[in-house]
């Protein structure tokens, strides 16, 4: 399927499918242009991606584009095929002899679309869960995803999903712009792998606002943030690190006593690693400050 989320500037792509690493050859996004996604019988997946995007690209509308390519494609009847660019809704197109069950659904801010599904009514699931669900956008498109599954998913079963959310008008830096990009090749739940993935991609986009904040001095915007991201991903250690790295370096040890007593009651491993980082300036060199974490590590 394809989302967009107008207040927040947002295109996003989701898939699942029993075809192994869907997500490389079915997902085509580009900030600032738009998105393709070609499904069923993807023989010309790398025709329809790249060239819809350098379509879009050279100022043509995403239904311009789509009308295109599907008139130079002798097997047209047999691909589903849906497209946006950065200005106008989503356009789909699903062939006639797209193996059932197969259809789509669009709508002003999505398209759902789906073949050789177990039973009929797979898009018209996932629209319901895109229009209904109040979670942020990547969950929203991973409950579209879901919705699917619960109506019988693939006939032939699951293998890989895949989810990209792109700025329909960039900001200029590269993570920012592609905020999400993820793919699960190969698992016997992709789906649910997916999902868990989107949680922990959203844990770190919060702790990095938090660090931001932290360093704006905004110390209860960035807590909010570091609460969000404990939600997203509880008990994730990587992040209780930097969190900690980020309040020593405003000063707020007080703050990071108990991220640093987790961490290092965990593993003395994250001690070393205050250790280094402080070698390599990243901290600053305090050996006080290292002689507390050496005795809060060997409690």
């Known amino acids: 399927m394809i989302g967009i989320d107008p207040e927040k500037d947002l295109i996003g792509l989701a898939i699942q499918s029993h075809y192994f690493a869907v997500g490389s050859m079915a997902l085509w996004a580009e900030p600032g242009v738009g998105a393709v996604i070609i499904q069923s019988i993807p023989k010309m997946a790398y025709d329809y991606g790249v060239a819809g995007l350098n379509l879009m690209r050279a100022g043509h509308s995403a239904a311009t584009a789509l009308q295109q390519l599907i008139a130079h494609d002798t097997r047209s009847d047999y691909r589903q095929v849906a497209m946006v660019d950065t200005d106008a809704p989503p356009e789909v197109f699903t062939g006639e002899s797209c193996v059932a069950e197969a259809g789509d659904v669009r709508g002003e801010t999505f398209c759902c679309q789906a073949n050789m599904m177990a039973n009929p009514g797979v898009p018209e699931a996932m629209a319901k869960a895109f229009?209904?669900?109040?979670?942020?956008?990547?969950?929203?498109?991973?409950?579209?995803?879901?919705?699917?599954?619960?109506?019988?998913?693939?006939?032939?079963?699951?293998?890989?999903?895949?989810?990209?959310?792109?700025?329909?008008?960039?900001?200029?830096?590269h993570l920012a712009d592609r905020p999400f990009d993820l793919r699960v090749d190969d698992h016997p739940e992709p789906?649910?792998?997916?999902?868990?993935?989107?949680?922990?991609?959203?844990?770190?986009?919060?702790?990095?606002?938090?660090?931001?904040?932290?360093?704006?001095?905004?110390?209860e915007e960035a807590l909010r943030e570091y609460q969000r991201s404990e939600e997203k991903s509880p008990g994730q250690t990587e992040l209780y690190f930097w969190r900690a790295l980020a309040l020593l370096n405003t000063g707020r040890e007080s703050d990071a006593i108990p991220l640093m007593k987790t961490l290092l009651k965990r593993d003395r491993k994250w001690f070393t690693l205050f250790e280094r980082v402080a070698e390599a300036g990243l901290l600053e060199k305090d050996p006080e400050l290292l002689e507390r974490l050496s005795k809060i590590a060997e409690e």
């Open 191 to 219: 789906l649910s792998e997916l999902e868990r993935l989107v949680e922990l991609k959203s844990a770190y986009h919060h702790s990095t606002r938090g660090d931001a904040a932290l360093v704006r001095e905004d110390f």
């Open 131 to 173: 229009s209904s669900h109040t979670g942020e956008f990547p969950e929203r498109l991973v409950a579209a995803l879901k919705a699917a599954e619960s109506k019988g998913g693939d006939l032939r079963g699951k293998q890989s999903a895949a989810l990209i959310v792109v700025r329909r008008h960039p900001e200029g830096h």
